[in-house]
Each structure stands twice: as structure tokens, then as C-alpha cells.
């Protein structure tokens, strides 16, 4: 039995309705590689309420919001899921309602035939206790990564599984264990996904190189790995965007900052993205600096995948979603990058010289 109709048997077993479930064989990913995703944010929201309730704690897209993205473009997106909700205990069980609802969400996005990026949003900590603790070992880790790719490995819109958004400070010891018992775990069950490995200190793509030399010594059998940075244009990088607004803002700050990331893959050969990037739509300054980062991105295959989109965000200044029917000043700089017909696999380009 194929993967696709293993993945339907599961879905009807599961109670999704046919509307629901057609077309679970539908293309996930454009023939060239798709430049801009957007991260699908809500099912990760409040942070410390577990496990919360759906539609009040935390949120899944409701029927048509794939309909809407796919009709701008988007072909791929990241979705963020929390830890605590997913597997309530360490080492037990996936959470039944969670679960199904993630089971619901990737057979509504493979309907329009988009693309997912399973992403771990929990800063590589469980419950406030980082990855490699006593309390929650790198083996508590190992596992759930596991239940993972045995819960959804058959899932046709699964694009890839992203290990963890962000680890930082006192995680960032031990997570290059992590990833690497995190890529083993999955490959027991699935041979040849995508896995997308982020970085340490916040997956910053301008601290990238002093911070993320251990994990060249990631081994992938499938030799299937894309690195992860995160790249916000304000002052401290950590995308609250709170300059001043009589301060200058370099045009070119991004670029600058996506450099060192850029640089480090080409001198090691390897593959990127920039798995968060986001600027606020009331500072037409911003839109400018965005403009000049996508367009050196492109040049170089390396996609971006927007923070954020969702529904129940409404006016936040970086949410993309559009307001009464109103593309966001955003997504008119967005949508001129969609797609780099050359680019058929995740870059850079080796450098020249």
C-alpha cells in the first residue's frame, strides 16, 4: 500500500470528512522551489496555558484558509506546533485531540496542494526545562521526534520536519546532541524527508557562523538537510520593531545580516533558508530593507519563509493576513519574489573566488 493511501486510510479511520480528505493526492510543491512561505501561526499560542482548548488558547486554520494563500501563490508553509500540547507527558503517547487536529490541517492543506513544514516551536525546552536537563533528557527528545514521523511520515502534504524553532542560551550546549538524536529518530521511520536543522542563539542568521560550527558534524544518511536562520531588520534583531521612528534605518540591513549566514554555507557546502523573517506595515522604510533582503535571497535560492500569518492576530503589525478583504503593505513586496524560476533545490551557490 502506497504512503499516500496508507495516509487516507488513517484519515477516514480518524473520522475526517470526504470534503475534508479529497484530493489527498494532490502535488504539495511547485516544480521550482518555492522562494516565499509564510509561517501559519496560532496552534503554538499561549505559551505557558497546557494543554488549552482550540479556538481559545491556541488556533487551527479554519476550512478555506489554504484556498486563500494558494490563490496568492503560496505553495509551502511552516507550521508551528507546541510540544507540551502534543504529548502531554514525556516519553508517552501523542495528545488524541492535538494530534487530530494537525491530522486535519495537513489533509486541508494537501487539498490545495501546499506544502508543510512540521515545526517544533519550543525553543529546545519543555515546560521551562531545556533539551539535555535532567528533567527532560535529549532522550525524552529522541522520542518524541520519533512519534512524530510515526504519526505522519505517510502525510502527502508533509514537507519536511523542522526539529526546533530557536534553541537559545542555555540550551545551545547541548542541542547539536539533540538534533543529531532528533535526525536519527526520524530517519528510523523515514528514510528520506526533508529535516530542517535551526541554529543556536535564537537561529540568528548574523551570529550564525560563531555559534553553529558543531553542527557540521550532523549526519544525515539521507543526506537531506536544509539549515535554519531567523533574520528580524529592528535594532536588536529581535523583531518588536520598536526604533524610534526619527531613527535612520539602513536600507541594507538585512542583506548585511543575511551575509554571514550566507557565506557560512557556501564555504561548507552546504544548504539554506531563512525559516523566519518579518517587518511591520506601518514604516514604509521596513518594506524598502525587506525589498533589498529578498532580492539578494533570490540571487542565491535561498527561500524565506514570513512571520507571520494567522488568523486571530488581526492588526498586529507584522501579521500578513489581509484586513477586510486588503492585501497588507507587506505582501505587495512579497509577492514580486514568489518564485526564482532557476532555482529547483535550496542554495546558495558555492562562492566565487
Not at 493511501?5 to 480528505?21: D, E, P
Not at 488558547?57 to 484558509?65: I, L, R, T, V
Not at 492535538?98 to 490545495?112: E, R
Not at 542555555?170 to 528520506?192: C, F, K, L, M
Request: contains cysteine.
Amino acid at each position: 500500500m502506497s504512503r499516500a493511501l496508507r495516509w487516507l486510510r488513517k484519515a477516514v479511520l480518524a473520522g475526517l470528512s470526504l470534503t475534508v480528505i479529497q484530493g489527498m493526492c494532490a502535488t504539495a510543491q511547485a516544480a521550482s522551489l518555492p522562494m516565499v512561505l509564510i509561517n501559519v501561526s496560532g496552534a503554538e499560542s499561549s505559551e505557558n496555558v497546557f494543554p488549552g482548548e482550540n479556538g481559545t488558547h491556541y488556533f487551527f486554520p479554519s476550512e478555506g484558509y489554504f484556498a486563500r494563500w494558494k490563490a496568492k501563490g503560496i505553495r509551502t508553509v511552516r507550521f508551528p506546533v507546541k510540544w507540551e500540547r502534543l504529548q502531554p507527558v514525556l516519553g508517552d503517547g501523542l495528545d488524541a485531540t492535538y494530534a487530530g487536529l494537525i491530522d486535519k490541517m495537513l489533509a486541508q492543506a494537501n487539498q490545495q496542494g501546499i506544502g508543510v513544514i512540521l515545526d517544533v516551536h519550543n525553543y529546545a525546552r519543555y515546560r521551562q526545562q531545556v533539551i539535555g536537563s535532567p528533567k527532560v533528557t535529549v532522550d525524552h527528545y529522541r522520542q518524541l521526534m520519533q512519534r512524530v514521523a510515526e504519526r505522519w511520515h505517510d502525510a502527502p502534504a508533509l514537507s519536511a520536519y523542522d526539529l526546533m524553532n530557536e534553541p537559545h542560551d542555555d540550551s545551545d550546549a547541548t542541542w547539536p546532541q539533540a538534533a543529531q538524536a532528533g535526525i536519527d529518530a526520524i530517519r528510523t521511520i523515514d528514510p528520506r524527508r526533508l529535516i530542517i536543522v535551526e541554529g543556536r542563539s535564537w537561529s540568528s542568521a548574523e551570529r550564525w557562523p560563531q555559534h553553529n560550527n558543531a553542527l557540521l558534524s550532523l549526519k544525515d544518511p539521507a543526506n537531506n538537510i536544509v539549515f535554519s536562520a531567523h533574520l528580524y531588520m529592528d535594532r536588536n534583531g529581535g523583531g518588536e520593531y520598536k526604533d524610534a521612528r526619527t531613527s535612520r534605518i539602513d536600507p541594507d540591513i538585512g542583506v548585511r545580516r543575511a551575509k554571514p549566514f550566507i557565506r557560512w554555507l557556501q564555504q561548507h557546502g552546504r544548504r539554506g533558508q531563512i525559516g523566519e523573517m518579518g517587518f511591520p506595515d506601518n514604516d514604509p522604510r521596513w518594506i524598502e530593507a525587506a525589498d533589498h533582503l529578498l532580492s539578494f535571497l533570490r540571487q542565491h535560492c535561498v527561500p524565506v519563509a514570513y512571520w507571520s500569518s494567522g488568523e486571530r492576530w488581526g492588526r498586529q503589525p507584522l501579521n500578513l493576513e489581509p484586513i477586510n478583504g486588503q492585501d497588507r503593505p507587506q505582501w505587495r513586496v512579497l509577492a514580486k519574489y514568489l518564485v526564482a524560476p532557476g532555482c529547483t533545490d535550496y542554495g546558495p551557490a558555492p562562492a566565487r573566488g
